[in-house]
């Protein structure tokens, strides 16, 4: 079993559509979970972090983390065009350890 | 956030030949990662690079095939030695932001080496 599991889509969703992310891991250290966006041809971009079980938002984004259920999502609200990318899930143990591991990344495409 | 400059942005190879990436930050920084993003793998971290010490290599990489170098707080390279195609991937360098003074967020990469080996 790998130690973080993204459902690598593609999904395609049209503009204002509600968008949904998941990941979930089996290494129960995890502490820190992170989404990145990766835009064609691009490095990861952070988007938005959190370090504990419960939501966090930010405009149109919310970062939801189970960690009884070891599962992580990240919302899109009103989804843009603009939004169509990869999004990778990663997660880290904290403390000293700065090592990421990553889910494969969701491609996703929202048309206009 | 961090500034970090790759280069080359892509290169194409021939088998057997080495290619050595670059990577700048704007910033001092002790530690500096390099990851490697296959096609349709999740990112796998290769090595930390540690200014001042031998890079530490995760399973499964090996510093004659991965050497790197790190000569100061805002510098590092990564050579990939002896190309073959199983090594066409992009190749990414990210800092802790912490490291630079910057708190409350995480990690930053750099645009990322395509490299393609023929």
Known sequence: ?112 | SAVISQKPSRDICQRGTSLTIQCQVDSQVTMMFWYRQQPGQSLTLIATANQGSEATYESGFVIDKFPISRPNLTFSTLTVSNLSPEDSSIYLCSVPPWDSGIMDTEAFFGQGTRLTVV
């Open chain 1, 1 to 112: 079993q790998k130690e973080v599991e993204q459902d690598p889509g593609p999904l395609s969703v049209p503009e204002g559509a509600i968008v949904s992310l998941n990941c979930t891991y089996s290494n129960s250290a995890f502490q820190y979970f992170m989404w990145y966006r990766q835009y064609s041809r691009k490095g990861p971009e952070l988007l938005m972090y959190t370090y504990s079980s419960g939501n966090k938002e930010d405009g149109r984004f919310t970062a939801q983390v189970d960690k009884s259920s070891k599962y992580i999502s990240l919302f899109i609200r009103d989804s843009q065009p603009s939004d169509s990318a990869t999004y990778l899930c990663a997660m880290r143990s904290g403390g000293s350890n700065y090592k990421l591991t990553f889910g494969k990344g969701t491609l996703l495409t929202v048309n206009p």
